[in-house]
């Protein structure tokens, strides 16, 4: 899910060395994801994990918010908002669980990090006075021809794999619209119920899809398929979350943007190490693409709101 900064958005600070390797850690750790979703599908159906995954960041979410003395309540026009939010939410997730069940975590994530670069063009329409510059036009066909890159990549492909990239090109295209939907909510809605509302009616739906369609809800635990999931529920979806928002509300969108380039880096080096996926030509032209456009879409920015792209 992505997450988009509150109210008002602090002035670009200069970070400190604390807080920059606290950014860098933190895209380390969303690049992780991906993988660790592999893991847990090895033991559970993938409908399941998503369900059991936001079942239990509901519960840390919600359990945080209420010991931080966080907001929680809605007026109607929000709820009727935030359901809609929900609807694009679960397609998303339900087509990134099921596509990563067929396509490496390599390819995941690669194809993942074209989010930006949606939600740039998305904007570009949707939101008034967010134009495309020539920078970001560059930044966007550099990220475009990376993904196309992993799209070809051939070496151990097979029909199932070219599936599943697809599969999470159409969970991103909705991420972007979700995206852009969450920023012009932010006015008015707290990143908060942003994040935890529509997790709610999903957990219910997943696990219901699970149970209806997923070969088998729970094949096999062990610790790997448990710690997978706990990195996705905790690690990610909860302490992610609040972590991120609390370095974009201190020290800005602009110096974080600065360390995204290490999130596809990141996974697809977990995926090679941890899970023996190739590490192919394609692929590295592929990062490297898709860095530089990351790189120069946020060069030389002044303030944007925050947009975490990990949160898968």
């Not at 807080?19 to 660790?36: M, Q, R």
């Not at 359901?83 to 990134?96: N, W």
Request: a positive charge.
């Amino acid at each position: 899910m992505v997450e988009i900064s509150g109210d008002q958005q602090p002035a670009a600070r200069e970070l400190p060395i604390a807080a920059a390797v606290l950014s860098v850690f933190l895209n380390i750790l969303f690049g992780g994801n991906a993988v660790a979703i592999k893991v847990t599908l090895a033991g559970m159906g993938a409908l399941t994990t998503a369900g059991l995954r936001f079942l239990i960041a509901a519960v840390a979410i919600s359990l945080w918010a209420v010991a931080t003395g966080r907001p929680l309540r809605v007026d109607r026009r929000q709820a009727s908002r935030l359901g809609l939010l929900s609807l694009l939410f679960m397609s998303q997730i339900a087509l990134f669980y099921l596509g990563l069940k067929q396509t490496t975590a390599s390819h995941c994530v690669l194809i993942s990090n074209l989010l930006p670069f949606v939600v740039l063009l998305l904007a570009h329409w949707c939101i008034p006075g967010d134009r495309i510059t020539w920078r970001k036009l560059a930044g966007i066909v550099c990220g475009f021809a990376g993904v196309v890159l992993v799209v070809l990549d051939r070496q151990g492909v097979t029909a199932d794999l070219h599936g599943g990239d697809l599969l999470i090109l159409a969970a991103v295209i909705i991420w972007g619209l979700s995206a852009v939907y969450v920023k012009r909510l932010s006015a008015t809605v707290n990143p908060v119920i942003l994040s935890l509302y529509p997790m709610l009616p999903a957990v219910p739906v997943f696990l219901l899809a699970g149970l209806l369609w997923d070969d088998g809800m729970i094949r096999r635990i062990d610790g790997g398929v448990v710690v997978a999931l706990l990195y996705q529920a905790l690690v990610t979806a909860s302490f992610g979350f609040i972590a991120w928002n609390t370095l974009v509300r201190r020290y800005g969108a602009t110096a974080l943007h600065s360390f995204v380039f290490v999130m596809p880096i990141s996974g697809v080096f977990f995926g090679v190490v941890l899970l023996d996926e190739p590490l192919t030509p394609h692929i590295i032209a592929a990062i490297a693409l898709i860095a530089a456009g990351i790189v120069v879409i946020n060069s030389g920015r002044r303030t944007r709101p925050g947009i975490n792209p990990c949160r898968d």
